[in-house]
C-alpha cells in the first residue's frame, strides 16, 4: 500500500460501515413490531401553520390541478389515478413526489381547486401502501413532507370533514415521532439538522405533545451548535445551505414566539450569524459564488431572506472558520475558497476548488466557477466537483482533492456511501490579508498536490481600491519553499461567464472581454494562453456553452502572473 493511501481508505471504511449502520437501523423502525411506539398519544388539535417562504408557482399549480407532475424535467400526466399507486419514471422524480415540496404551489391555484387537489393527494399517501416502505419514509423525504404539511395544513384541511382532520393529525404525530428516531440515523450534515427542524417544528404545531418538544429542542441546539460554523457558514461549506436552512430556520423561530415559547439562544445565534452570509456570497449581480455545490440562485429567495436581516450592513469580509474570503472596491468583488474539504461525513457535495475564485464588476460577473447543476442532470454533477471546473490552477490534470474509490476523478464513487465523498485533500491553507489605501491583498497557499506531486500552490490576489482592477500571481513551490522543479503540467483556469464575450486582440497579448452593458475589460498575462470552450453549468435550463482562459506554466518556470484590467479605468 503507498504511503498516504491508508487514511484515505480508512476514513471511507468508517463512513460507509457508518451510513450502513444507519440504513440498517433506519429500516428496523419500520418493521411491523417497531411501529406501534411511533403512533401513542394522538394530538387534540393543530394549533398553528408556520409561515412558508417559498413562492408558489400559479403555472405549476395549473398543471398540478390538470393532473400533470412535472418533476426533475420528467412529466407524468395522470387522469384520476394516484401517483402514488405508479411507478416513478426515475428515483429524483419519486423522491420530489414523495417530498411534497411542491404542495404550496397549489395555494396559487384558483377558486377551491387547490385545496381540493391538495386534501385529496395527501389523502392519497396517508391511505397507501407507500406510507410504510423505506422509500417514502427516507428521514429526510419524511422532514420535507412534515414542514410541507404543516404549513400548507390551512389549505389541505379547509372544508375537510372530521374524519380527514382526525387521520391528518394522526398521520403527522406518527411521521414525526418516527422521525425523532431515525432522523438521528440519517445523513450527517443539511439531511440530519433539516430532521431536527422538522421534530422541532412539528412539536410546536400540535397540541398535548410536550413530550416530544423537549428532545426536539435538546437535538436542535445540539445539531445547530455542530454545524453553524463560528462565522455562519454551515459545516458543508456549501452556501446553498446557509440558503436553505434559513428558509426553515426563520418560520421556526416565529413559531417559538406564536406558542409564547421561548427560542433557544443557539436557535437565535445560529440565525444571526447565518444571516450576514447571505451578503457575504453575493456578487454585484446579486448572484452567489458558485462554491461547493452552489447552483443557480434563485434571486427571489435571496430577496425574501435579506427582508428579516435587520442589520442590512456592509457584508464582512472574512470568513476564516467556513474558509472564504471576500474584497470589494470601486464596483468590483473578488469572493476566494480558501478553506480546506470539509469533514468527510458531509462532504459528499464539496468540490475540489481550492484556492478558487470569482470576480465581478460593473454588476456582471466576469470570473467564475462551472458551479452545480440543476436537478435532474447528475451526469454533469462529477464534472463540476473537479478542479478543472474552478478557475484555480490544475496538476496533471487531477483534483486537488481525493474523491470516494479512492481517485482524484469525482466520477468514481463508493455505492455504499451514497454519494462521492471527499476523503483527503489539502491539509493547509494558510492565509493572510493585507488593506492599504490604494489596494487589498490576499496571499493563500495549499498542500492539496504535496503527496502526489511535490507541489505547493500559492496565489497572490490585489484588488485596487482605485479602478478594481484584480491582478493574480500563482506560484508553484516545493515543500521548502523553493521553485518547484517538476515535469507534469500545470494550467491556470479563468472560467468566464456566459453572459460576457471574449476575444484575443493585440496579436493575441490580450483578451478583450466584453461585459453585456458593452463595457470592455482586459486581460493580460506574463506566459501564452489561449482561449477554450467550457460550459457554466450553474443554470435552470440545462449547462449553457461558454469560454475560460488557459494559461499554461513554461517548462522551468514556477510563476504566473495576470491581470483583469478596465480598459477605461477612469
Known amino acids: 500500500m503507498s504511503r498516504g493511501t491508508l487514511g484515505p481508505k480508512l476514513r471511507l471504511s468508517l463512513t460507509a460501515a457508518a451510513q450502513s449502520g444507519r440504513a440498517v437501523l433506519t429500516r428496523l423502525y419500520l418493521l411491523p413490531f417497531m411501529r406501534w411506539r411511533f403512533g401513542r398519544g394522538d394530538p387534540e388539535k393543530l394549533v398553528l401553520a408556520p409561515q412558508d417562504l417559498r413562492a408558489a408557482d400559479p403555472t405549476r399549480a395549473a398543471e398540478l390541478v390538470l393532473g400533470r407532475f412535472t418533476f426533475v424535467a420528467k412529466t407524468i400526466v395522470l387522469n384520476e389515478v394516484s401517483p402514488f399507486a405508479i411507478a416513478p419514471p426515475s428515483p429524483a422524480w419519486r423522491e420530489t413526489l414523495l417530498g411534497f415540496t411542491w404542495l404550496r404551489h397549489l395555494r396559487a391555484a384558483d377558486g377551491t381547486a387547490g385545496k381540493q387537489v391538495a386534501r385529496r393527494l395527501v389523502g392519497d399517501f396517508v391511505r397507501s401502501n407507500l406510507r410504510f416502505q423505506p422509500e417514502a419514509l427516507d428521514p429526510l423525504l419524511t422532514a420535507r413532507r412534515m414542514l410541507a404539511w404543516v404549513s400548507m395544513a390551512p389549505m389541505i384541511l379547509d372544508g375537510a370533514d372530521r374524519g380527514f382532520y382526525r387521520a391528518f393529525l394522526r398521520s403527522v404525530a406518527w411521521q414525526t415521532s418516527y422521525l425523532l428516531h431515525a432522523g438521528r440515523a440519517t445523513t450527517d450534515g443539511m439531511p440530519r439538522l433539516l430532521c431536527a427542524i422538522a421534530v422541532m417544528q412539528v412539536s410546536l404545531c400540535l397540541s398535548n405533545k410536550a413530550g416530544l418538544r423537549r428532545p426536539a429542542l435538546r437535538w436542535l441546539v445540539s445539531e445547530l451548535n455542530r454545524q453553524i460554523l463560528a462565522d455562519g457558514?454551515?459545516?458543508?461549506?456549501?452556501?446553498?445551505a446557509n440558503i436553505e436552512l434559513l428558509l426553515d430556520l426563520l418560520p421556526l423561530r416565529q413559531s417559538f414566539a406564536a406558542r409564547n415559547a421561548v427560542a433557544p439562544p443557539e436557535l437565535i445565534g445560529a440565525i444571526d450569524r447565518m444571516m450576514p452570509m447571505l451578503r457575504f456570497f453575493r456578487h454585484a449581480d446579486g448572484a452567489f459564488a458558485a462554491f461547493n455545490g452552489m447552483g443557480y440562485t434563485q434571486s427571489h429567495l435571496i430577496a425574501t431572506l435579506l427582508a428579516y436581516d435587520d442589520a442590512r450592513g456592509k457584508p464582512v469580509q472574512n470568513a476564516p472558520h467556513g474558509g472564504y474570503q471576500r474584497l470589494e472596491a470601486n464596483g468590483a468583488v473578488l469572493l476566494v475558497d480558501t478553506g480546506k474539504?470539509?469533514?468527510?461525513?458531509?462532504?459528499?457535495?464539496?468540490?475540489?476548488?481550492?484556492?478558487a475564485f470569482e470576480f465581478s464588476a460593473d454588476n456582471f460577473r466576469i470570473v467564475v466557477n462551472c458551479g452545480a447543476p440543476a436537478p435532474g442532470r447528475e451526469n454533469w454533477r462529477h464534472l463540476a466537483r473537479s478542479t478543472g471546473a474552478h478557475s484555480t490552477a490544475i496538476v496533471a490534470d487531477a483534483s486537488s482533492s481525493h474523491f470516494a474509490g479512492g481517485t482524484r476523478k469525482p466520477g468514481a464513487t463508493a455505492p455504499s456511501l451514497g454519494g462521492r465523498a471527499i476523503l483527503s485533500g489539502p491539509k493547509h491553507v494558510p492565509v493572510q490579508r493585507e488593506n492599504s489605501p490604494a489596494a487589498s491583498t490576499i496571499t493563500a497557499s495549499h498542500d492539496g498536490y504535496r503527496h502526489d506531486y511535490g507541489l505547493i500552490h500559492q496565489r497572490e490576489l490585489t484588488l485596487s481600491q482605485i479602478t478594481g482592477a484584480l491582478e493574480g500571481r500563482d506560484s508553484f513551490l516545493d515543500h521548502k519553499s523553493e521553485p518547484w522543479k517538476g515535469k507534469e503540467p500545470v494550467l491556470l483556469r479563468f472560467h468566464l461567464h456566459?453572459?460576457?464575450?471574449?476575444?484575443?486582440?493585440?496579436?493575441?497579448?490580450?483578451?478583450?472581454i466584453t461585459l453585456p452593458s458593452g463595457k470592455e475589460w482586459l486581460f493580460l498575462a506574463d506566459v501564452p494562453f489561449t482561449l477554450a470552450e467550457t460550459a457554466h453549468l450553474a443554470n435552470p435550463e440545462g449547462p449553457r456553452r461558454s469560454v475560460q482562459i488557459v494559461m499554461t506554466l513554461p517548462e522551468g518556470e514556477h510563476t504566473m502572473s495576470w491581470a483583469f484590467l478596465p480598459a477605461d479605468p477612469v
Not at 457558514?233 to 446553498?240: M, V
Not at 474539504?341 to 484556492?355: D, F, K, R, Y
Open 233 to 240: 457558514i454551515h459545516i458543508s461549506r456549501n452556501p446553498q
Open 341 to 355: 474539504p470539509p469533514p468527510v461525513n458531509v462532504s459528499q457535495e464539496a468540490h475540489a476548488g481550492t484556492l
Open 498 to 512: 456566459p453572459a460576457v464575450a471574449a476575444r484575443p486582440a493585440n496579436g493575441d497579448t490580450q483578451i478583450v
